[in-house]
């Protein structure tokens, strides 16, 4: 089934049974929101908030607001939840941090989580397992902290892609949409993502051979 056929799918069945389909939905859905919560939760208040109790918040709202979505279904359903679920979290940041949190186009600003970074650290350990083999361990340590300050030296939009697609474990399409940028634009900045990440690293490499050379 194409990702059309799929949304006309989705817009049927919540026309049809309302608050039934959400439920329905949600539960479909509810792993992907899972991961989104996991790793954009801020760590100071992880000890207060159960991810969980998040979900059920956004749940709440979808249902409260899903005539919004029907009236105007600009997007598929999943991006909408994910919408709703994202403002839930950043109002319970709010709630619990202060008005530190303030509203983005992009969740990007979610992605540092305090001190001890979630996201980023995530994507790190994710990205640093997917690059190792099991004969790459020994130097696994070195490649985090290069992963590390070559990350820091992405824009904000590239490692939001990488986020989305390596700790969120979406497809490209449901990225795009996210971003509200063409699949194929997202594609292309997913990718090149990846090769400046590999570059950086690359450099760093190199001025680390360079300098035990030299010494």
Same mark, same amino acid.
């Given at each position: 089934?194409?990702?059309?056929?799929?949304?006309?799918?989705?817009?049927?069945?919540?026309?049809?049974?309302?608050?039934?389909?959400?439920?329905?939905?949600?539960?479909?859905?509810?792993?992907?929101?899972?991961?989104?919560?996991?790793?954009?939760?801020?760590?100071?208040?992880?000890?207060?908030?159960?991810?969980?109790?998040?979900?059920?918040?956004?749940?709440?709202?979808?249902?409260?607001?899903?005539?919004?979505?029907?009236?105007?279904?600009?997007?598929?359903?999943?991006?909408?939840?994910?919408?709703?679920?994202?403002?839930?979290?950043?109002?319970?940041?709010?709630?619990?941090?202060?008005?530190?949190?303030?509203?983005? #186009?992009? =969740? !990007? &600003?979610?992605?540092? +989580?305090?001190?001890?970074?979630?996201? $980023?650290?995530?994507?790190?350990?994710? /990205?640093?397992?997917?690059?190792?083999?099991?004969?790459?361990?020994?130097?696994?340590?070195?490649?985090?902290?290069?992963?590390?300050?070559?990350?820091?030296?992405?824009?904000?939009?590239?490692?939001?892609?990488?986020?989305?697609?390596?700790?969120?474990?979406?497809? #490209?399409? =449901? !990225? &795009?949409?996210?971003? +509200?940028?063409?699949?194929?634009?997202? $594609?292309?900045?997913?990718?090149?993502? /990846?090769?400046?990440?590999?570059?950086?690293?690359?450099?760093?490499?190199?001025?680390?051979?360079?300098?035990?050379?030299?010494?």
């Amino acid at each position: 089934m194409t990702v059309e056929l799929e949304r006309l799918k989705e817009l049927n069945q919540l026309r049809a049974r309302r608050g039934v389909a959400v439920a329905e939905l949600f539960g479909r859905y509810r792993e992907s929101l899972q991961r989104m919560i996991a790793f954009r939760l801020d760590r100071r208040i992880a000890g207060k908030v159960d991810g969980d109790d998040i979900l059920q918040d956004a749940f709440l709202e979808s249902v409260r607001r899903i005539q919004d979505y029907l009236d105007q279904p600009t997007v598929p359903f999943f991006v909408w939840l994910r919408q709703v679920t994202t403002q839930v979290l950043i109002e319970t940041h709010r709630r619990y941090v202060g008005a530190q949190k303030r509203d983005v #186009n992009l =969740e !990007v &600003a979610l992605e540092h +989580g305090g001190p001890d970074d979630s996201s $980023s650290g995530g994507l790190i350990a994710c /990205l640093a397992d997917s690059l190792t083999t099991p004969s790459q361990c020994a130097v696994r340590g070195e490649m985090v902290a290069q992963l590390r300050q070559a990350l820091d030296q992405l824009a904000d939009i590239d490692r939001e892609v990488l986020v989305l697609r390596h700790l969120e474990e979406l497809s #490209n399409n =449901e !990225v &795009a949409q996210i971003l +509200g940028i063409d699949k194929y634009a997202a $594609s292309k900045r997913y990718l090149r993502a /990846l090769d400046r990440l590999r570059g950086v690293m690359s450099n760093q490499a190199e001025s680390a051979c360079h300098a035990r050379t030299a010494d």
